[in-house]
C-alpha cells in the first residue's frame, strides 16, 4: 500500500512538473503606433522575454493580439477591452496613450504591465513606491527626465529661446505646457511649443529659437530623423532629442540618453513577466528603472553647427560620427594637395624669386658687352683778367657739353662673369628642384599624417565605448558579487584617461590640419579635409606600388634594385646637379685668375664736345684766330694688368679651396643619397611585413578580447587580464590602421631621394623607368 502511495505522489509531483514547464502564455501587446523602426524593436522584445523565461513556461505572441491605436483614445480603449475579453494572458501596453487609458483604471481584470508610458515629470502614478502595490498590475518607471535634459543642452548650449517639438496628439493628453511652464522658471531661458503631426509642421516653425528640443518623434523613420537633422544643421540649430542615441548617430547633435537604456529596459521587462510566471505577483514587483545617464554626442553635428565641445562635459560624454570635417571649406585628394603648393606655397615662391635673381645676374654680367653712352653738360665762369689775356680761349662766360661713348670689345673678366654666373643660375634652378621635391614629400607626408591622425581620433573614440562596456560588466559583477568594487574604480579611472586620450587625439588632428594649411598657404582658420587612400585603390591603382612588394620581397632582386635605385639617383638628385654647377663656376674662376689674367682687355671710346656759349671779358678771339664750337675724339684702348697686388693668386688659391670643398660636399651628398636609399628602403621592408602582420595581430587581439571580457563577466579572469587585452586591441588597431599610411609615406620618401615621383609622371615615363631597371639588371648578369 505505501508502495502505490509513494508511486501515486510521485506521479503526482512529475504530472505537476510537466504542467507547469507546459504552462502556455498569450501575451497581448498595446502600442500606441507602429513602423518598420519599431517593429526590428518588438522582435527583439520578444525574443529577450523568450529568452529570460527559458523553460519555465511556453511564451507565445499571437499577431492578432497586437494592437496598435494610433494616438486615438477610444481606440486604445476598444484594444484594452478587446484583449480581456479574448485568450491573452498577460497584456503589455506601451505609449502614451494607453498610458491614459491603463493607469486610470483601479481594477486590473488581466495581469497588466505598462511600460515606457511617457517621461517621469509627466507620470501620474505614485512615484514613491518601491512596488504598485495593485492586483495584476505594475508599471516601469524610467530614471529620465525633461528637466534634466533642459538642464544639460543649457548648459551644453546656453540657449535662450528654446523649440520645444511634441507630436500633436500628445498635447491633447498631457499636460505638456503646464510641466514646460514650471521647468523652465528655472532656466534662464524662454521656450516655443512646436506641435506637429509630420516633420514639415517642425521645419516651418523654427523662427524666433535658437536651440530645437525633440520631445517627441519616437516614431519618425530614419529617413525623416535624417531629414530633420539636415533641416537643424542648415539652419544652425543645436538640436536635442528625448530618444535614444541611434537618433545622433543619424544626425541630430545630442541626448541624454545612454546607449544601453533600451537593452536594460526589455530586460527588465523580460524579468517581471518571468517573476509573474514563477510565481510572484505583479504587485509586489519594484517599478523603478534607474538609469545612468550620459551625454552623447554627434561630432560632426556639433562642428557643423559651431557648437564647442565643453572640456567639463567630456568626461562624461560619448561620442559618434566620423570625425570628419563636415564644414570643410575645402577637401584635398593628395594630387590636388600637391599641386596646390606647388602653386601657392609660400617657401617655393621665395626660391623661385632667387632663380629669377640669379636670372638677373646673367643680364648683369652680359651687360659689360654693351656699350655706355653718357651725356655731360657745363656752365663755366673764369676770372676776367684771366679771361681777358686768354685770347677768347676761355671766355669769363661759357656753357658747352659733350657725349661720351665706350664700348668693351673683349674681356677676359667679363667672359668669365658671364660663363660663372650662368652656371649659378643653373645652380640655383637645381635648388629649386630641390626645394620643390622637399615640398611634395612635406606636402604628401602632411596628408598622411593628417589620416593618421583621423583615424587615431577615431580608434580612441571606439576605445572610449570599449572602456564604457568593461565598466558596465564590471559593475554587474560588482552588483552579483563577482568582483570587488575597486574594478568599478579602476575603470572609470580608465574611461577619463581614455577620454583625455580622445581629446588630444582629436587636438592632434587640428594640428594636422594647420600644418597641411600652412604649407598650401591657406590661412590658418581654414577649414579643410583629406580624402581617405587606399594601396590599389585611386590614384595608387595606376603607379601599382604593390610592384615594391614582389622587388623588395626577393632576396635575389633586392641588392640589384637598391643598386639600380641608387644610380637613378645619383642622375636625378638636384642637390649633385647644383654643386656641379657651381664647380664648373669655380673652375672657370680657377682659369680666369690663372692664364687668362694675361689676357688683354680690349675698349673703344669716343667722345664728341660742343662749346654752345660765350660772354664776358675773352670771348672774342683776337684778329686772326679762330675758335672751334665743336670737337670730336675716338681711340682704342688696350690694357693688360701685369701687377695687381697679387689679388689675381689670393683669388685663385681661393678658388681652388672652394673646389676642393665643393667636391668634398658632392661626395658626402652622393654617400648621403646612397645611405638615404638603403635606409629607406629598408624601413619600407618593415612597413611591408607590418601591413601583413598588423592585420593578423588585429584579429587575434580582437578575439583574445571577446573571449577575455566574456571570462571577466563569469569571474574566471582579473581585471588586469581584461585591461591587458583592451590595450593590446587598442595597439593593434592603431598599428593596423597607420601601416598602409607609414607604408605609402616610406614609398614617397625612397621617390623623394629617387628625385622622382612616380605620381607625377606619366605612364609611359614610369614604365619607362622599369624597363631601365631590366636593363639594368640584363647588365649584371
Not at 249 to 271: C, K, V
Not at 350 to 356: A, L
Amino acid at each position: 500500500m505505501k508502495r502505490k502511495l509513494s508511486l501515486l505522489l510521485l506521479l503526482f509531483f512529475s504530472l505537476t512538473l510537466v504542467s507547469q514547464a507546459d504552462r502556455t502564455y498569450q501575451i497581448g501587446i498595446l502600442i500606441d503606433k507602429m513602423n518598420p523602426e519599431l517593429s526590428p524593436l518588438l522582435e527583439k522584445l520578444k525574443s529577450e522575454i523568450v529568452a529570460v523565461v527559458g523553460e519555465d513556461a511556453v511564451i507565445q505572441f499571437p499577431e492578432e493580439n497586437i494592437l496598435t491605436n494610433d494616438f486615438d483614445l477610444t481606440k486604445a480603449k476598444q484594444n484594452y477591452e478587446q484583449l480581456l475579453s479574448n485568450n491573452t494572458d498577460i497584456i503589455l501596453a506601451f505609449g502614451v496613450v494607453n498610458n491614459q487609458v491603463i493607469s486610470l483604471l483601479e481594477i486590473h481584470k488581466k495581469p497588466t504591465i505598462l511600460f515606457g508610458a511617457v517621461n517621469r515629470d509627466l507620470h501620474e502614478l505614485d512615484l514613491t513606491n518601491a512596488t504598485s502595490g495593485i492586483e495584476n498590475f505594475t508599471y516601469l518607471v524610467e530614471s529620465e527626465s525633461y528637466e534634466e535634459d533642459f538642464k544639460k543642452f543649457h548648459e551644453l548650449t546656453n540657449f535662450e529661446n528654446l523649440g520645444i517639438a511634441v507630436d500633436a496628439p500628445f498635447l491633447e493628453i498631457l499636460p505638456l505646457k503646464e510641466t514646460f511652464d514650471r521647468e523652465f522658471k528655472n532656466l534662464d531661458a524662454q521656450y516655443k511649443l512646436i506641435s506637429f503631426n509630420n516633420i514639415q509642421d517642425i521645419i516651418t516653425n523654427l523662427e524666433g529659437i535658437d536651440a530645437i528640443y525633440m520631445a517627441g518623434g519616437f516614431f519618425f523613420s530614419k529617413e525623416e530623423n535624417q531629414q530633420l537633422a539636415e533641416a537643424f544643421i542648415q539652419t544652425k540649430l543645436p538640436s536635442f532629442t528625448v530618444n535614444g542615441t541611434d537618433v545622433v548617430e543619424e544626425g541630430i547633435m545630442a541626448t541624454y540618453q545612454s546607449e544601453d537604456n533600451l537593452n536594460q529596459f526589455f530586460r527588465r521587462i523580460a524579468l517581471t513577466i518571468e517573476a509573474y510566471v514563477t510565481g510572484t505577483p505583479l504587485s509586489e514587483l519594484p517599478i523603478y528603472i534607474d538609469y545612468t545617464p550620459r551625454l552623447t554626442i554627434n561630432y560632426n553635428t556639433a562642428e557643423a553647427i559651431g557648437v564647442p565641445i565643453k572640456y567639463s562635459l567630456v568626461g562624461q560624454t560619448d561620442f559618434v560620427g566620423e570625425f570628419k570635417n563636415v564644414i570643410s571649406e575645402k577637401d584635398y585628394d593628395l594630387l590636388t594637395a600637391i599641386n596646390d603648393a606647388l602653386e601657392n606655397n609660400l617657401s617655393l615662391q621665395s626660391n623661385e624669386k632667387d632663380v629669377e635673381l640669379a636670372r638677373q645676374d646673367i643680364k648683369s654680367a652680359n651687360s659689360n658687352y654693351l656699350p655706355n653712352l653718357t651725356a655731360a653738360g657745363t656752365a663755366t665762369y673764369i676770372d676776367p683778367d684771366a679771361a681777358e689775356v686768354s685770347a677768347g680761349q676761355n671766355p669769363e662766360f661759357s656753357t658747352g657739353g659733350n657725349i661720351t661713348l665706350s664700348q668693351t670689345l673683349f674681356s677676359e673678366a667679363a667672359n668669365a662673369n658671364i660663363s660663372i654666373q650662368k652656371n649659378l643660375q643653373k645652380a640655383q634652378e637645381a635648388n629649386f628642384n630641390t626645394a620643390e621635391l622637399d615640398l611634395i614629400f612635406n606636402v604628401s607626408n602632411a596628408y598622411f599624417n593628417a589620416l593618421i591622425l583621423k583615424v587615431n581620433a577615431q580608434i580612441q573614440n571606439r576605445n572610449v565605448d570599449l572602456t564604457k562596456r568593461n565598466l558596465e560588466i564590471a559593475q554587474q559583477n560588482f552588483e552579483v558579487g563577482q568582483s570587488g568594487k575597486s574594478d568599478m574604480l579602476r575603470f572609470r579611472s580608465e574611461m577619463a584617461q581614455n577620454t583625455q586620450s580622445m581629446i588630444e587625439a582629436v587636438n592632434q588632428l587640428e594640428q594636422g590640419f594647420l600644418v597641411l594649411n600652412q604649407l598650401l598657404n591657406n590661412p590658418a582658420g581654414l577649414e579643410i579635409d583629406v580624402e581617405e587612400v587606399e594601396l590599389n585603390e585611386g590614384i595608387f591603382e595606376r603607379y601599382n606600388y604593390e610592384e615594391f612588394f614582389e622587388l623588395l620581397d626577393n632576396p635575389t632582386l633586392r641588392e640589384p634594385f637598391i643598386d639600380f635605385l641608387i644610380a637613378e639617383a645619383y642622375k636625378n638628385a638636384p642637390e649633385l646637379k647644383s654643386l656641379d654647377y657651381n664647380l664648373l663656376a669655380t673652375e672657370r674662376n680657377i682659369k680666369l685668375n690663372s692664364y687668362g689674367r694675361l689676357l688683354p682687355t680690349l675698349a673703344l671710346q669716343g667722345q664728341y664736345s660742343s662749346t654752345f656759349s660765350r660772354s664776358g671779358a675773352g670771348s672774342t678771339p683776337p684778329p686772326g684766330v679762330s675758335l672751334l664750337d665743336n670737337t670730336y675724339n675716338a681711340g682704342l684702348n688696350l690694357s693688360i694688368p701685369i701687377i695687381n697686388q697679387n689679388l689675381s693668386n689670393i683669388n685663385r688659391q681661393t678658388a681652388i679651396i672652394q673646389k676642393e670643398q665643393l667636391e668634398i660636399n658632392k661626395t658626402n651628398t652622393e654617400l648621403s643619397i646612397a645611405v638615404n636609399i638603403r635606409n629607406a628602403v629598408l624601413n619600407l621592408i618593415n612597413q611591408v611585413s607590418n601591413i601583413q602582420l598588423s592585420k593578423i595581430s588585429e584579429e587575434t587581439a580582437e578575439e583574445a578580447l571577446e573571449l577575455t571580457q566574456a571570462s571577466y563577466s563569469n569571474g574566471a579572469v582579473n581585471i588586469v587580464q581584461l585591461l591587458d587585452a583592451q590595450n593590446n586591441y587598442l595597439n593593434a588597431q592603431l598599428a593596423r590602421a597607420n601601416a598602409t599610411y607609414n607604408y605609402l609615406i616610406n614609398s614617397l620618401q625612397v621617390e623623394r631621394f629617387l628625385g622622382y615621383y612616380f605620381l607625377l609622371n606619366s605612364e609611359e615615363k614610369n614604365n619607362e623607368f622599369r624597363q631601365r631597371f631590366f636593363e639594368y639588371l640584363d647588365t649584371r648578369n
